[in-house]
């Protein structure tokens, strides 16, 4: 059980089921059997949009990376002001490696 507030991350070996887990966790499809519960709810009686919303997410497929940087940023979230985009690439420790590109 994951308590509130509480950040954890997925990892493990390739072909653990990693991916598959995030994938049903954003409702990038539904289960074909079985439940998903947050907070005694069914996943899918929230919203998809603030269900994303507080999640993070670091795909490995290499067509999200065909976007800006900026759009790439906003994929976490949408309405995300460029003093927030620029404080995500701090925590990310990415600021300097993309100091000299523009943020859109």
Excluded: W
Excluded at 3 to 28: D, H, W
Excluded at 49 to 64: A, F, I, S
Excluded at 78 to 102: G, H, P, R, T, Y
């Amino acid at each position: 059980m994951i308590e509130p507030n509480e950040k954890i991350a997925i990892v493990g070996e390739s072909g653990q089921g990693k991916s598959t887990l995030i994938q049903l966790l954003m409702r990038f499809y539904d289960p074909e059997f079985g439940l998903i519960l947050i907070d005694g709810r069914k996943i899918q009686q929230y919203k998809l949009h603030d269900l994303r919303k507080n999640m993070g997410l670091v795909m490995q497929e290499p067509t999200l990376f065909n976007y800006t940087i900026k759009e790439n940023i906003l994929y976490g979230k949408m309405d995300a002001k460029n003093e927030e985009i620029v404080e995500a690439c701090k925590i990310a420790n990415a600021l300097e490696f993309i100091e000299d590109k523009e943020l859109s």
